[in-house]
């Protein structure tokens, strides 16, 4: 997915979207062709529905004004802005995707043209997003271009065909047909496993992550198969197997030596038996073992109340480790306080704790106000 580099730009994603950014693709576009009206085009674009547009509304807002004002064919109109973006690619990152969403907006029913112009594109930016229209219109050829693309010299172009054809990507549609069968998507990340850019090889341990959430048994006998190849490939297949991990799943967490942890105890558990809004759950606990403590993934499980009463899981890791000692203590705490992510209710949560995937124990604790 892509790194969001600019998110300090401004308190809100959506406010990336602005003026100062517009005004400096316009006068590019005008570089090009001088008939661009930026007046009426600004006019259109902060309308009275603009404040209240959230990010990805804004981006097609703007990409679809941009097609109305480029007033040619649409492969003119690419040409021009093929010639814009390298001018302002390197000062901005997730802005830019309205270059490529003008080829969604535009370009669906040219497959030549648009392929060409989301390679120049992805650079410095991403065309993940905009592909995706593609693959579902046009699915054989679509994934042969991202065969193409996995050979690339660009590692931006490369990485394209990885994340672009994830069954899961966030942000983006789901792709029904490689959730249910990867093959075609195999095929690339095969091509992209040993690639020498750490960027690329991220966006392969995503793509399989997403594998293992619907074809757990491909996914297990991919890794297993790429493990035993090339031993150098533990820490990108580690990073795919993340999900499995924090599910417990015992024959993944055999591939990384966490074995069943039966010579192990866990003792003396204090906790924050209440948490206040914005404060911390701390809790410490002794690990003892008859022998020694071996290969440890120490993970807490906190059992968050939901709005219905039941509740929703969520494992977050400590630590790992090899040890040749017969304890260890431990200390941690997490933090109550507000994120855009998760809504807190008050009441009963419930913590644990996992070693090697296997719980050892639940505690309640009560959530409650300041006051």
Avoid at 198 to 223: M, Q
Avoid at 284 to 302: A, C, P, Q
Wanted: charged share 30%; net charge positive.
């Amino acid at each position: 997915m892509l790194a969001k580099k600019s998110v300090q730009m401004a308190k809100l994603l959506k406010d990336l979207y602005n003026k100062e950014y517009l005004s400096i693709v316009i006068c590019e576009i005008q570089k090009v062709y001088k008939k661009f009206d930026d007046k009426a085009f600004f006019i259109d674009i902060f309308d009275k529905f603009w404040e209240q547009k959230e990010l990805k509304q804004r981006m097609r807002h703007i990409s679809t004004c941009m097609g109305l004002y480029l007033p040619f064919k649409y492969e003119k109109n690419i040409n021009i802005l093929k010639q814009v973006f390298p001018n302002i690619s390197t000062k901005y990152n997730l802005e830019n995707i309205i270059f490529q969403d003008f080829v969604e907006v535009y370009g669906l029913d040219n497959f030549s043209v648009s392929m060409e112009a989301l390679e120049v594109f992805t650079h410095n930016s991403t065309s993940e997003f905009a592909i995706r229209q593609f693959i579902l219109k046009y699915p054989q050829q679509t994934m042969a271009q991202m065969l193409i693309w996995a050979k690339s010299e660009s590692f931006h172009v490369r990485r394209l065909a990885s994340e672009g054809s994830r069954p899961r990507l966030p942000w983006a549609i789901v792709l029904t047909k490689f959730k249910e069968n990867p093959t075609q998507i195999i095929e690339i990340l095969e091509l992209l496993k040993d690639d020498e850019s750490k960027y690329v090889r991220k966006s392969v341990a995503n793509s399989l992550n997403d594998i293992s959430k619907d074809n757990p048994i491909i996914f297990k006998k991919l890794v297993k198969e790429w493990l035993h190849v090339e031993p150098k490939r533990k820490a990108l297949v580690k990073h795919a197997c993340r999900t499995l991990l924090k599910a417990g799943d015992s024959e993944v967490l055999e591939l990384f030596g966490f074995t069943s942890p039966n010579s192990i105890h866990v003792e003396n558990f204090e906790y924050s038996m209440e948490v206040k809004q914005d404060g911390d759950l701390n809790f410490s606990f002794l690990i003892k073992s008859d022998k020694v403590l071996g290969k440890l993934r120490l993970e807490y499980k906190i059992y968050f109340l939901r709005a219905n009463k039941t509740y929703g899981e969520k494992v977050f890791k400590i630590s790992e480790f090899t040890s040749t000692c017969r304890e260890k203590q431990v200390n941690k705490k997490h933090s109550f306080k507000k994120i855009s992510t998760r809504k807190y209710y008050f009441g009963i949560q419930k913590i644990s704790i996992l070693i090697n995937g296997v719980e050892f124990l639940k505690k309640e604790f009560l959530f409650s106000t300041h006051c």
